[in-house]
């Protein structure tokens, strides 16, 4: 028996590697053309572009996906599906991935099976501090410095309002969309 089918029998969860920017089409296409159950994580962010902040959806794990298939009867099937490159090994095996880790990712999934990066801070926004000796401290976005990724903001203490600078990594950031962002 060739080395690489010494796998678990049985419908299983495997990671697919897909061509550049086409998860979502292989993930589509196993499920309509041969009734696989997929799972192709997205995630939200917002950039900034020339006509303004637009929403963009991705890959979570850009180049892959998830498919549950039982690697006997389907290998060939998933391997050659459109969009799709290879079935990745490790260590000369095909291992699936546990059922426990695609929950997991899941869970913190919406219903369309994406979920928001952190919204970037903004000039005004009212934040806390995550780390350090300010920890919870609520201050005010004075200036964002993307370049350093740190954030100018404005503290209170003993009744002044005092200038600071934190790393972006140190304040909160909100989690979901604002309505007049979308």
């Not at 590697?17 to 997205?42: I, S, Y």
């Not at 900034?48 to 890959?59: C, H, I, L, N």
């Not at 869970?107 to 099976?113: E, S, T």
Request: aromatic fraction near 8%; charge should be negative; charged fraction near 25%.
């Amino acid at each position: 028996m060739d080395k690489a089918f010494q796998c678990e029998p049985g419908e299983l969860w495997y990671c697919v590697r897909t061509k550049p920017k086409k998860e979502r089409m292989a993930a589509a296409n196993m499920a309509a053309l041969h009734g696989l159950e997929v799972f192709c994580p997205q995630i939200r962010f917002r950039r900034k572009t020339a006509r303004g902040p637009v929403w963009f959806q991705e890959a979570m794990f850009p180049g892959y996906m998830f498919a549950r298939f039982d690697m006997f009867e389907n290998k060939r099937l998933v391997s050659y599906s459109p969009g799709v490159l290879n079935l990745p090994t490790f260590n000369g095996r095909y291992v699936p991935v546990p059922e426990s880790v695609i929950k997991t990712i899941q869970k913190d999934l919406d219903d369309n099976g994406s979920v928001d990066a952190g919204m970037p801070l903004e000039v005004g926004e009212e934040t806390t501090v995550l780390e350090g000796s300010m920890r919870g401290l609520k201050v005010k976005v004075i200036k964002v410095m993307t370049a350093e990724a740190r954030v100018a903001v404005l503290l209170e203490m003993l009744g002044t309002l005092v200038e600071a600078e934190f790393p972006v990594d140190a304040l909160e950031h909100r989690t979901e969309h604002r309505a007049a962002d979308d």
